[in-house]
């Protein structure tokens, strides 16, 4: 599938999700998330946590977020640092979380300064309760996170 398909497709998966359609929106979702599209997989992400046209499926979702977030999306690197805060993977993990918050707040665009906001609020009541020793730890994480 060239550029202009998966465009056409991703258009077409938006427009379905919008509708309610979530069987089209999954079909035409799971190719290009499948290909390594960080839009993709970060929609599949919401889809398997909110149980849309999918069992609702918690560590299907964070595969998919963490898909996207390693690629820089930033609304999957802040639904994982959600995740972690909230215990979504069985224990809660703050270093985590606040690795994620922390890449989410750096990553979100100027203008997006709702989700940016709301970012540093959550790494931040991560953080106060959080050690020194867990705080460095994560802004070391963050540090060497890398793209992938």
């Given amino acids: 599938m060239g550029f202009t398909g998966a465009v056409q497709d ?5 427009a379905a999700y919008q509708k309610g359609n979530y069987a089209t929106a999954l079909r035409l979702l799971r190719p290009l ?9 970060f929609n599949l992400g919401v889809m398997y946590a909110e149980g849309q046209g999918v069992p609702q499926d918690y560590a299907e979702a964070a595969k ?3 898909l ?9 690197q802040y639904n994982l640092g959600l995740w972690y805060a909230t215990g979504g993977g069985g224990a809660q ?18 203008f997006d300064t709702c989700n940016r906001n709301l970012a540093v609020k959550n790494r931040d ?7 020194r020793d867990q705080i460095a730890e994560a802004q070391n994480l963050t540090r060497e996170w890398k793209l992938k």
């Fill in 93 to 110: 993990d703050a270093v985590s979380a606040h690795m994620w918050f922390n890449l989410a707040a750096a990553r979100f665009p100027a």
């Fill in 10 to 14: 991703a258009d077409a998966a938006s």
């Fill in 64 to 66: 998919w977020y963490r």
């Fill in 68 to 76: 996207a977030a390693d690629q820089g999306h930033a609304q999957a």
């Fill in 125 to 131: 009541l991560v953080a106060s309760k959080m050690t």
């Fill in 33 to 41: 998330a499948d290909q390594g599209d960080a839009h993709a997989q």
